[in-house]
C-alpha cells in the first residue's frame, strides 16, 4: 500500500489508492532522527554530510548515491570508513582525517551515505557499500 502525507482531509478523496500517516513535528523527534533528516537533505543538494564537521563544504564525488535507496557509490562502500572502538561500543568514522574521529554522534559516518569526492574503494567492493 502506498502512503502519503495529506494535510487536508478533504483532499483524501482525491487520492483513493493512498493511506494517510501521521505527520510528526520535527521538534518532537529525537535528535537522531533529526540529524538522519538533515543529512539525508544535505545529500540531496549534493553536500556530504560530514560538511557540518569540517564547517566547510566537502563535495560528493560525481558518481555518489544522491539518496538512500538510489545507485551510485556510498561510504559504506570506501576504505577510510572504519570502526572505531571506544569502551564497549563501535562507532563509524572516516579516517581519511584525523578531524573526523572526534567521538560526536555528528562525526559518525553512515555507510548508506553518498561518497564524497575523497572516496576510494575498499578492496573488497567496488564501492557500493551499504
Ligand atoms: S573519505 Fe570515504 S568514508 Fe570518508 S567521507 Fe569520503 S567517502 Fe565517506
Given at each position: 500500500m502506498t502512503e502519503a502525507v495529506i494535510?487536508?482531509?478533504?483532499?483524501l478523496e482525491m487520492f483513493p489508492g493512498l493511506e494517510p500517516v501521521e505527520v510528526i513535528p520535527?521538534?518532537?523527534?529525537?535528535a537522531d532522527q533529526r540529524r538522519t533528516i538533515r543529512q539525508a537533505r544535505m545529500l540531496a543538494m549534493?553536500?556530504?554530510?560530514l560538511s557540518s564537521v569540517t564547517r566547510s563544504s566537502l563535495l560528493l564525488h560525481d558518481?555518489?548515491?544522491?539518496?538512500?535507496?538510489?545507485?551510485g557509490l556510498r561510504c559504506g562502500g570506501c576504505r577510510f570508513r572504519q570502526t572505531v572502538r571506544y569502551r564497549d561500543k563501535s562507532y563509524p568514522k572516516c579516517?581519511?582525517?584525523?578531524?573526523?574521529?572526534?567521538?560526536?554522534?555528528?562525526s559518525d559516518v553512515r555507510a548508506w551515505w553518498g561518497a564524497c569526492r575523497y572516496f576510494e574503494p575498499r578492496p573488497d567492493t567496488r564501492g557500493e557499500g551499504a
Open positions: 494535510d487536508d482531509p478533504d483532499q520535527e521538534s518532537e523527534l529525537s549534493g553536500v556530504h554530510p558518481d555518489a548515491a544522491r539518496e538512500k535507496h538510489g545507485a579516517a581519511r582525517s584525523a578531524e573526523l574521529m572526534s567521538r560526536s554522534a555528528a
